[in-house]
């Protein structure tokens, strides 16, 4: 997940950036581009690039000047972005990821110190964004679905075998798409997918985290709502950026919120388009990252890790331990904005039944089932944990 998207860096298109659909395939050329790319850091070779470039479908990303900030905050909140930009510089692509884990783990209890005086009681977008990191890690390291991935190599092997015994037609064709064999494909594809899903990581970390700590810096300390600050600070997003831009006011409103059940509102209101942008921006990375023609097979074998154990992104998501669905705060929403992201993309519409995702390169399907993960987690003081990496 992730899933997974500088507020005041935007990660700007190229324009040499080939558009397409938004379950499109990428090219073979780009699956082998790709796989390169990550075999260097896979395999350890003695001699990496200094900073890959990535692919066309991942444009680089264009840190732009931030509109200045509210008086007296400007040298905090340009270093905070500094902090935020090194990471996402990072050349290594494996411990660039363990770094945007650890810091999304970071930002999510220090926006809670921030916004719900450290009670560690509403988990935020960054407390989930640290888990779905970490999922992602294991995924680039090709620690995940070890039974899986053996059992594809050995179809692959399987295949080619059987390509020799009826007369090298398999061969053949696969001489046309310029592979070796269907287990040399395979192989090639994973790694691609791994470069993929590390670029999506890099994208979501330089916008939305760098956010996440800017935010943190610039409202920490606050007891009483000062709406020309938050104006003042809301001033750097763009049209693009408008529903991010809902998500941090409606964390702010629930800084100083004292009924608690609309405070839980604002929170996973908020949550959930922080999440929407996210998926958003993240659209082409996932579907690159998927191969063609698998997307169910591989969502059915996609999971998050959380404290308490594996969620099947696939599968409905389980009652809590009390037997709700969700938290009691959540079951009767009332909020206009938390009502209208049940309307926009909950499936369900106020249960976990069908929660589940069958296709994780659609859109609304991984929607369908955040935010009803962020709904039935929203009390979950566990993933303020660190996760496992």
């Known amino acids: 997940m992730s899933v997974l998207s500088s507020m005041t860096a935007l990660t700007h298109l190229g324009s040499t950036a080939r558009k397409r659909g938004a379950a499109a395939e990428v090219t073979l050329d780009e699956v082998a581009e790709a796989a390169n790319r990550m075999k260097v850091w896979t395999e350890g070779y003695a001699e990496k690039p200094a900073e890959p470039t990535p692919v066309d479908l991942m444009p680089r990303l264009v840190f732009t000047a ?11 909140v340009q270093a905070r972005m500094a902090d935020c930009r090194t990471i996402s510089e990072m050349a290594d692509p494996i411990e660039r990821n363990r770094q945007i884990t650890a810091k999304y783990a970071e930002l999510s209890r220090e926006l809670d110190d921030v916004i719900d005086h450290g009670r560690r009681l509403h988990p935020n977008w960054s407390t989930f964004a640290s888990h779905a990191s970490a999922t992602v890690g294991r995924t680039m390291r090709g620690e995940d679905l070890p039974g899986t991935r053996k059992t594809i190599q050995v179809a692959g092997q399987l295949v080619d075998m059987a390509g020799g015994l009826i007369g090298g037609a398999i061969g053949t064709v696969l001489r046309g798409f310029k592979m070796p064999s269907v287990t040399a494909h395979i192989q090639e594809r994973d790694l691609a997918t791994r470069y993929f899903l590390g670029e999506g990581n890099n994208k979501v970390f330089s916008e939305i985290g760098q956010e996440f700590a800017i935010f943190a810096e610039t409202f920490k300390g606050d007891t009483a709502p000062d709406q020309a600050k938050f104006d003042q600070y809301a001033k750097h997003f763009s049209p693009e950026q408008s529903t991010l831009k809902d998500a941090f006011q409606d964390y702010w409103q629930g800084m100083f919120e004292t009924d608690e059940k609309r405070k839980e509102e ?9 999440g929407s942008h996210e998926q958003r921006r993240l659209q082409e990375q996932i579907a690159a990252a998927l191969p063609w023609g698998g997307h169910r097979f591989f969502t059915q074998n996609m999971s998050l890790v959380f404290p308490d154990g594996e969620i099947r992104l696939s599968k409905d998501l389980p009652k809590r331990p009390d037997g709700r669905d969700y938290p009691v705060g959540l079951e009767n929403i009332t909020y206009p904005r938390a009502f209208q992201v049940i309307n926009d993309w909950d499936k369900t519409r106020n249960g976990l039944k069908a929660s589940g995702a069958g296709d994780w390169a659609r859109l609304d399907d991984r929607m369908n089932f955040i935010v009803d ?15 496992v990496v």
Do not use: S, V
């Open 266 to 274: 604002l929170f996973w209101a908020a949550n959930c388009l922080a």
């Open 66 to 76: 931030r509109p200045a900030a509210p008086t007296g905050l400007e040298g905090r």
């Open 373 to 387: 993960l962020f709904r039935t987690h929203a009390d979950d003081g566990k993933l303020f944990e660190n996760p």
